[in-house]
């Protein structure tokens, strides 16, 4: 173990979960020197404290270098120690580092997500981290160990009060009947970081099996593994590739490509009824529990060779039931080529279901996600008007719609409708809206309850 004594401890930094920026993506450097902070807390009456400072790094981690990820479109850091690949991560033995953190407010890891929490709920055996932009802090709780105790003899004789005070009450003056001075040493566990090469990490890929990495994308030969359990920092993710780099112990960093089809290794592939004349759709799945499957990516094929012409993966969907009918064709923006519509999320307790919509671009030749419709609850498609209709439930007492129409080729709403009970629980308030001169326009009715509704 490194030790470093400190005159004056350089205490905790507060970790800035609630607020503040995250760390700028990139790669960080151990500092040699202790993290700076606010000074120790003064020690306990009739206690004297030795202070500490040790690294919170493991030996057996052999680390020198971190690097961060940023997700640009969440609140979501990950940190990743490069450990030594004999380093292996034990909770309950020194080895308590886990390789590889997400923060803030991170409560889960699994074999899925092999991300460790921070000290969430101050665990003792839960890291802590500080940050700030372009530093951060490892630290663990404070050890403390009583050395000796030291006994005081009295001074003086006590008084008769102090006689019965000390005999009733057990105050006992301690210049009169001496004292007990505990000593202690208190050792504090941190470890400094920081940024040495900003890099514009937007995830880090974790490996749960050995995992080729190619010199470019649409190479046909791995120049490299990437073995099971180690990290990298991902650059870009595209529906056929990953762009990573890898972090060497010394800091390197090495650029390589994932094929995103020999991480499918386990995921199963069921042809769908849905085709057109031009294409077949092949749905990708990886099983899950209770006869359920996650949705993994959708494989358009050519008809006639049989050769892939698109994938789309990274779709947002709850587990669902694979069949051969998962894959629907619509005309969701009624310009007659057919778009796809895959499952996305129930919605709760209500009928509040969503569907992925990707409609076709007969230029590019290719499906494109449109969020707006994948967005919208229970979409109905209305080919005779020409239009979309989302329709809601917020509890028992609260039902909506919207409607949609494609106006020179961009969706607007044309529409609204929307009933609920008033707070007195017995009328009902209807607000319609209504496109006028390109602005939504709106009229509110009350009208007592009627005896039948629900």
């Given at each position: 173990m490194r030790i470093r004594y400190a005159a004056l401890l350089l205490a905790i930094l507060t970790t800035h979960a609630e607020a503040g920026p995250l760390l700028e993506p990139g790669i960080y450097q151990l500092s040699p020197e202790a993290p700076q902070a606010e000074t120790a807390a003064p020690p306990a009456a009739g206690e004297i404290q030795q202070d500490l400072l040790a690294t919170a790094i493991p030996d057996a981690a052999k680390v020198r270098y971190a690097f961060v990820s940023r997700d640009p479109g969440e609140a979501l850091s990950k940190l990743v120690f490069v450990t030594d690949a004999?380093?292996?991560?034990?909770?309950?033995?020194?080895?308590?580092?886990?390789?590889?953190?997400?923060?803030?407010?991170?409560?889960?890891?699994?074999?899925a997500q092999p991300f460790c929490r921070t000290n969430i709920g101050s665990a003792d055996s839960e890291a802590a981290l500080a940050w700030t932009e372009r530093g951060f802090t490892l630290r663990w709780a404070d050890q403390k160990t009583l050395i000796r105790t030291e006994q005081v003899p009295a001074s003086r004789k006590p008084t008769p009060d102090e006689i019965g005070a000390c005999a009733v009450g057990g105050v006992c003056a301690p210049d009169a009947y001496g004292r007990s001075v505990h000593h202690y040493q208190v050792t504090h566990y941190r470890d400094g970081f920081a940024l040495q090469a900003p890099r514009p990490y937007i995830d880090v890929f974790a490996a749960t099996v050995d995992t080729p990495v190619y010199r470019s994308d649409g190479d046909g030969m791995a120049s490299g593994t990437l073995a099971a359990g180690r990290y990298a920092g991902v650059l870009s993710r595209g529906a056929e590739w990953i762009a990573i780099e890898v972090v060497a112990a010394d800091g390197a960093a090495t650029p390589g490509w994932i094929r995103r089809d020999d991480l499918a290794a386990g995921d199963v592939r069921i042809p769908q009824q849905a085709t057109t004349d031009h294409l077949r759709f092949v749905l990708v799945v990886a099983p899950a529990d209770d006869d359920q499957a996650v949705l993994q990516a959708i494989d358009i094929l050519d008809a006639t060779t049989g050769l892939r012409r698109q994938i789309l993966r990274d779709i947002d969907a709850e587990p669902l039931s694979a069949g051969p009918d998962v894959v629907q064709l619509v005309d969701a923006n009624f310009d007659g080529w057919p778009d796809l519509s895959v499952p996305g999320y129930a919605g709760g307790?209500?009928?509040?279901?969503?569907?992925?919509?990707?409609?076709?671009?007969?230029a590019a030749q290719a499906f494109v996600f449109e969020p707006t419709l994948s967005s919208l609850p229970q979409l109905a498609i209305d080919p005779a008007t020409r239009t979309l209709i989302s329709a809601s439930r917020g509890g028992c007492c609260s039902h909506a719609t919207e409607t949609y129409r494609y106006v020179d080729g961009q969706l607007q709403q044309v529409a609204s409708w929307e009933e609920s009970l008033s707070p007195d629980g017995e009328h009902l308030q209807t607000t319609e809206g209504t496109l006028r001169n390109g602005t939504m326009k709106y009229r509110t009715r009350t009208r007592k309850l009627p005896a039948d509704w629900r």
């Amino acid at each position: 173990m490194r030790i470093r004594y400190a005159a004056l401890l350089l205490a905790i930094l507060t970790t800035h979960a609630e607020a503040g920026p995250l760390l700028e993506p990139g790669i960080y450097q151990l500092s040699p020197e202790a993290p700076q902070a606010e000074t120790a807390a003064p020690p306990a009456a009739g206690e004297i404290q030795q202070d500490l400072l040790a690294t919170a790094i493991p030996d057996a981690a052999k680390v020198r270098y971190a690097f961060v990820s940023r997700d640009p479109g969440e609140a979501l850091s990950k940190l990743v120690f490069v450990t030594d690949a004999a380093y292996r991560y034990d909770i309950n033995s020194a080895n308590r580092l886990c390789p590889a953190y997400a923060f803030p407010d991170w409560n889960e890891r699994s074999e899925a997500q092999p991300f460790c929490r921070t000290n969430i709920g101050s665990a003792d055996s839960e890291a802590a981290l500080a940050w700030t932009e372009r530093g951060f802090t490892l630290r663990w709780a404070d050890q403390k160990t009583l050395i000796r105790t030291e006994q005081v003899p009295a001074s003086r004789k006590p008084t008769p009060d102090e006689i019965g005070a000390c005999a009733v009450g057990g105050v006992c003056a301690p210049d009169a009947y001496g004292r007990s001075v505990h000593h202690y040493q208190v050792t504090h566990y941190r470890d400094g970081f920081a940024l040495q090469a900003p890099r514009p990490y937007i995830d880090v890929f974790a490996a749960t099996v050995d995992t080729p990495v190619y010199r470019s994308d649409g190479d046909g030969m791995a120049s490299g593994t990437l073995a099971a359990g180690r990290y990298a920092g991902v650059l870009s993710r595209g529906a056929e590739w990953i762009a990573i780099e890898v972090v060497a112990a010394d800091g390197a960093a090495t650029p390589g490509w994932i094929r995103r089809d020999d991480l499918a290794a386990g995921d199963v592939r069921i042809p769908q009824q849905a085709t057109t004349d031009h294409l077949r759709f092949v749905l990708v799945v990886a099983p899950a529990d209770d006869d359920q499957a996650v949705l993994q990516a959708i494989d358009i094929l050519d008809a006639t060779t049989g050769l892939r012409r698109q994938i789309l993966r990274d779709i947002d969907a709850e587990p669902l039931s694979a069949g051969p009918d998962v894959v629907q064709l619509v005309d969701a923006n009624f310009d007659g080529w057919p778009d796809l519509s895959v499952p996305g999320y129930a919605g709760g307790a209500g009928p509040n279901a969503t569907r992925n919509l990707y409609l076709f671009d007969p230029a590019a030749q290719a499906f494109v996600f449109e969020p707006t419709l994948s967005s919208l609850p229970q979409l109905a498609i209305d080919p005779a008007t020409r239009t979309l209709i989302s329709a809601s439930r917020g509890g028992c007492c609260s039902h909506a719609t919207e409607t949609y129409r494609y106006v020179d080729g961009q969706l607007q709403q044309v529409a609204s409708w929307e009933e609920s009970l008033s707070p007195d629980g017995e009328h009902l308030q209807t607000t319609e809206g209504t496109l006028r001169n390109g602005t939504m326009k709106y009229r509110t009715r009350t009208r007592k309850l009627p005896a039948d509704w629900r």
